[in-house]
């Protein structure tokens, strides 16, 4: 092989020498439109699963794997008993049976709250680990009473590690946080799981995000969804992707499965610049990195003032150092003045500056406010991305 491109690949692809190929597979299933389709739809499911062969590394199912469909309200948490415990005992029976790995987003009904979660089978069947949503929409917890008590409190990243493969996850919505990408990276997966239930992008916005979000996190993306129907142009896309953004096999919308081989131990490695060595996307962006331009972020941000308490503990003081000692301690509520013949600006952006969205804030407006300098308190709140965790009360 020519020298030169001997040298290039070598840029691009770092092999570790105990790797070896694995094969995966990622099936979609049709997404019922009403309830009288759910039952052929997850007959489907099973059936492909009943497919499954000992060829087989990894096999990933789609969120709600239970309900591959639309449902209401009392029909969605129906179906998650009548259909949960077969699809889990079906999902045990088949890693059992090829030896292989499988990933299922299903709800874990153990909790006292239900949770939506990616289960873990071991090759013996045993449930190995569960990955729960981190990013739930609204309707999952409004509408459909699912937990989402746990997403308000720190965590590290969750990560599996099997046979020496390094597995992260993913669910849906948790795919549109780029920002989590970053802090992933840090944790040097090979394979990101993903489930998803995903039914309005089109094609073209979920391939970008999934090339996305394998190129940030230096990982495999196995992603399984659900089909719109065979000719729709939203939703669907389970696919496979390496770690330089190519689709290495998509679905879009066909209803069947995808069989994709890759070696999980193949990196890549971009050149870093000015004579330094090849690097990991992650690591050559964290040479940069300058957090402090960006929104907050961390475990010391507590939810905004729409997720609040409606009791909550509250320290009132203009003294920065009481603030951030009461912030510190867990109080969950902090309250300053600003008297508009102060220099109430330096007053505001020092607290802002130290304690944005550690803690809701009662700005208390003291004196005769103009609307011009309503707006500037309101732009301070803006540029310190404090918006969601302030709201303002008049003082004497």
């Excluded at 030896?99 to 071991?122: E, M, Q």
Aim: charge should be negative; charged fraction near 25%.
């Amino acid at each position: 092989m020519n020298r030169l491109l001997v040298s290039a690949l070598s840029l691009l692809l770092a092999v570790n020498a105990v790797a070896a190929p694995m094969k995966s597979r990622v099936i979609q299933p049709l997404f019922a439109q009403d309830e009288a389709g759910l039952d052929e739809s997850f007959e489907w499911t099973l059936r492909e699963l009943d497919r499954c062969d000992a060829s087989l590394d990894i096999v990933v199912l789609p969120e709600f794997s239970e309900v591959p469909g639309k449902t209401t309200y009392p029909g969605f948490l129906e179906t998650v008993h009548k259909y949960g415990p077969v699809l889990l005992d079906k999902c045990a029976e088949t890693a059992r049976r090829c030896s292989t790995l499988v990933f299922c987003g299903a709800i874990d009904t153990s909790w006292d709250v239900p949770r939506n979660a990616i289960y873990v089978f071991g090759r013996d069947g045993s449930v190995l680990g569960r990955y729960y949503k981190e990013h739930l929409t609204a309707g999952e917890w409004k509408k459909y009473g699912l937990d989402n008590e746990y997403t308000r409190e720190w965590t590290q990243p969750y990560i599996l590690d099997i046979e020496g493969v390094r597995y992260m996850f993913l669910i849906c919505y948790d795919f549109y946080f780029y920002e989590a990408y970053a802090n992933i990276a840090r944790w040097k997966p090979d394979v990101i799981i993903g489930s998803s239930h995903q039914r309005s992008d089109p094609h073209h916005v979920l391939d970008i995000i999934d090339e996305f979000c394998a190129y940030n996190t230096g990982a495999y993306l196995v992603r399984a969804s659900v089909s719109m129907g065979k000719k729709s142009k939203t939703g669907g896309c389970s696919c496979v992707v390496a770690p330089t953004g190519k689709i290495l096999g998509n679905l879009y919308s066909k209803v069947k499965h995808l069989d994709v081989t890759f070696d999980p131990k193949v990196k890549y490695l971009k050149p870093a610049g000015y004579g330094n060595p090849p690097a990991m996307h992650s690591e050559y962006i964290e040479i940069g990195r300058r957090p402090w331009y960006y929104r907050p972020g961390g475990s010391a941000i507590v939810a905004p003032l729409s997720e609040a308490p409606a009791e909550r503990s509250v320290v009132f003081s203009n003294d920065l150092a009481e603030l951030a000692a009461a912030v510190a301690t867990g109080t969950q509520e902090i309250a300053f003045e600003l008297d508009v013949s102060s220099d109430w600006e330096s007053t505001l952006r020092a607290i802002l500056s130290k304690l944005s969205c550690h803690a809701i804030m009662n700005v208390r407006l003291k004196g005769v406010w103009s609307d011009d300098a309503l707006a500037r308190v309101k732009e301070l709140v803006f540029i310190y991305d404090a918006d969601q965790h302030v709201y303002y009360t008049t003082g004497k």
